[in-house]
């Protein structure tokens, strides 16, 4: 019944964007911090950009910052991140994630792939 369904990876060159979607279902995501993972194979997760249930504040990590911004459409019930100029470090599979107190929902990941 809880769920978060990720889309929106994909190949793409370095330079280009991509717009990941992060669908909730069971639970209301703006009442939840919400953040976005990613991991590459053999390294350990990352935790990428997160927004707060309210006022909504949003925070980055220094690799991404500039480039990555997380939003949230409460009337959708979803959590976006718009990847611009990517970069082939960058490749990873990305997840979303719900948090709130004693609950941590996972989505189940999407992979993105920046390559030349």
């Known amino acids: 019944q809880v769920q978060l369904v990720e889309s929106g990876g994909g190949m793409v060159q370095p330079g280009g964007s991509l717009r990941l979607s992060c669908a909730a279902s069971?639970?209301?995501?703006?009442?939840?911090?919400t953040r976005w993972y990613r991991q590459a194979p053999g390294k350990e997760r990352e935790l990428v950009a997160a927004?707060?249930?309210?006022?909504?504040?949003?925070s980055y990590s220094a690799s991404v910052e500039g480039r990555f911004f997380i939003s949230r459409n409460n009337a959708k019930n979803a959590v976006y991140l718009q990847m611009n100029s990517l970069k082939p470090e960058d490749t990873a599979v990305y997840y979303c994630?719900?948090?709130?107190?004693?609950?941590?929902?996972w989505g189940q990941g999407t992979q993105v792939t920046v390559s030349s």
């Open positions: 994630s719900a948090h709130r107190e004693e609950y941590d929902y």
């Open positions: 069971g639970f209301t995501v703006s009442n939840f911090a």
């Open positions: 927004i707060t249930s309210f006022p909504g504040s949003t």
